[in-house]
């Protein structure tokens, strides 16, 4: 989270984002219309990482569900203030621990109800078949319900 938005730091993003994961084939990123995500220094890293871009048709508000459905939860989350922050550093703090809770903790109704860390480290097929082993020992036990 910066003080204003630029290209340089939008590409720099995407870069420690791709050291991170190591991987970039097959990798798509979607994004609205903005001069940084649109800047020169963004579709050279890109293009350098192997990087597909995608971008939001023009006036087109939800042409990113995915988006749309992350920016929903963050703002009906009951920790959202309802004040601005009263700094950069108490924003930065409220968003990584947002973060940390939508990626680690919070079971996503559109992947099965796992969290995104369930998925993205592979416990997603293990942590189904438990659940599945629990429906069916219950259904075994209560064939009424």
């Known amino acids: 989270m910066h003080e204003e938005a630029s290209t340089e730091k939008a590409a720099a993003l995407i870069r420690s984002c791709w050291e991170e994961t190591g991987?970039?084939?097959?990798?798509?990123?979607?994004?609205?219309?903005?001069?940084p995500m649109k800047g020169a220094t963004m579709m050279v890293m890109l293009q350098w990482l192997g990087i597909a871009p995608s971008f939001s048709r023009?006036?087109?508000?939800?042409?990113?569900p995915f988006s749309e459905s992350l920016f929903r939860t963050l703002k009906y989350r009951p920790s959202?203030?309802?004040?601005?922050?009263?700094s950069?550093?108490?924003a930065?703090?409220?968003?990584?621990?947002?973060?940390?809770?939508?990626n680690s903790l919070h079971r996503h109704s559109a992947i099965r109800f796992v969290t995104p860390d369930d998925r993205h480290l592979g416990?997603?097929?293990?942590?189904?078949?438990?659940?599945?082993?629990?429906?069916?020992?219950?259904?075994?036990?209560?064939?009424?319900?």
């Open 58 to 64: 023009p006036r087109v508000s939800d042409d990113n």
């Open 23 to 35: 991987r970039s084939e097959g990798l798509t990123l979607h994004s609205d219309n903005g001069g």
């Open 80 to 86: 959202f203030p309802d004040k601005p922050f009263s």
């Open 88 to 90: 950069l550093e108490e």
């Open 92 to 102: 930065r703090s409220w968003v990584v621990s947002f973060v940390g809770w939508y």
């Open 123 to 145: 416990r997603e097929a293990q942590l189904l078949a438990r659940r599945h082993h629990v429906y069916q020992r219950a259904r075994h036990r209560h064939p009424e319900r």
